[in-house]
């Protein structure tokens, strides 16, 4: 019964990968997403300082167009959030 059910699955017309290729695949990108997530885990702050560094560098680039463009105000008090 099993054995029917894997070859009428592995010749189904809406497969275009065998079998092999589709797991090969499947194996493939479980294994990207365990990676991606775990590099994304790590590059988060740990100290108070790191997490200061880009809310300083933010404030300065901001502070540094509105002196280029002092117009940015307006449009920033008009903004939601």
């Known amino acids: 019964m099993i054995t ?3 070859r009428a ?3 189904c017309r809406r497969c275009y990968l065998p079998i092999n290729t589709r797991h090969t695949t ?3 990108c479980c294994a ?3 990676s991606l997530l775990a590099t994304g885990c790590t590059t988060t702050p740990k100290t108070a300082g ?3 560094v ?3 560098e933010g404030n300065a680039a901001l502070a ?3 002196a280029k463009d002092p117009s940015l105000q307006q449009l ?4 939601v959030g």
Request: net charge positive.
């Open 54 to 56: 880009p809310k300083v």
């Open 32 to 34: 990207l997403d365990v």
């Open 64 to 66: 540094s167009c509105k």
């Open 76 to 79: 920033l008090d008009k903004a």
């Open 50 to 52: 790191e997490k200061a």
């Open 9 to 11: 699955f592995s010749q």
């Open 4 to 6: 029917r059910l894997a």
């Open 26 to 28: 499947a194996v493939l």
